[in-house]
T-cell receptor, first 112, second 112 residues
Framework: GEDVEQSLFLSVREGDSSVINCTYT??????LYWYKQEPGAGLQLLTY?????DMKQDQRLTVLLNKKDKHLSLRIADTQTGDSAIYFC????????????FGSGTRLQVQP | NAGVTQTPKFQVLKTGQSMTLQCAQD?????MYWYRQDPGMGLRLIYY???????DKGEVPNGYNVSRLNKREFSLRLESAAPSQTSVYFC???????????FGNGTRLTVT
């Protein structure tokens, strides 16, 4: 079955690094995504990683993928108050039904 | 470039009333989706349309119907609203294949 899990809450101080973790169960995932949701808004794609990669870096964002453990993480360097939001990981699978399965989201609170 | 546009932004219904949530995208995307977002549960797929003329059930289709009116528009209908359908509804679209989802800003629906 499909199941994506995340911790619900993370609090960090401004300037520190944040690490948001995600585990998934379906080994046939093709892409794994990180989305950001600010209050009252839709989800905005932050970054994604193809399943045959183990790391992707994009400015302050680093995505690490451990396929063996089915573990995905998002590291935000030099976290800013504007990074406060809910972060969702999602997986897509190479099946007939093309739709993303989302985790329940991690609320990141950045303290000044 | 509007992206994905949803209307209305907010709606309050009484139990048993019906309504249609509208969604349109101007990115020439083939696939469109309806998700609902509930606290602590992430996003759950209601229905999706892989291409114009086709629709399929997602994870939580009961109580909903959809229409893919043309390539741009995908509507979600509640025939007889129930309090359990109180939620934030998101429409999304993508090109096809493993391309990222683009989300609208959501419709916040309350059923009393």
């Amino acid at each position: 079955g499909e199941d994506v899990e995340q911790s619900l809450f993370l609090s960090v101080r401004e300037g520190d690094s944040s690490v948001i973790n995600c585990t998934y169960t379906d080994s046939s995932s093709t892409y794994l995504y990180w989305y950001k949701q600010e209050p009252g808004a839709g989800l905005q794609l932050l970054t994604y990683i193809f399943s045959n990669m183990d790391m992707k870096q994009d400015q302050r964002l680093t995505v690490l993928l451990n396929k063996k453990d089915k573990h995905l993480s998002l590291r935000i360097a030099d976290t800013q108050t504007g990074d406060s939001a809910i972060y969702f990981c999602a997986e897509s699978m190479d099946t007939g039904r093309r739709a993303l399965t989302f985790g329940s989201g991690t609320r990141l609170q950045v303290q000044p | 470039n509007a992206g994905v546009t949803q209307t209305p932004k907010f709606q309050v219904l009484k139990t048993g009333q019906s309504m249609t949530l509208q969604c349109a995208q101007d990115m020439n995307h083939n696939s469109m989706y309806w998700y609902r977002q509930d606290p602590g549960m992430g996003l759950r797929l209601i229905y999706y349309s892989a291409s114009e003329g086709t629709t399929d059930k997602g994870e939580v289709p009961n109580g909903y119907n959809v229409s893919r009116l043309n390539k741009r528009e995908f509507s979600l209908r509640l025939e007889s609203a129930a309090p359990s359908q109180t939620s934030v509804y998101f429409c999304a679209s993508d090109r096809l294949g493993d391309s990222p989802l683009h989300f609208g800003n959501g419709t916040r629906l309350t059923v009393t």
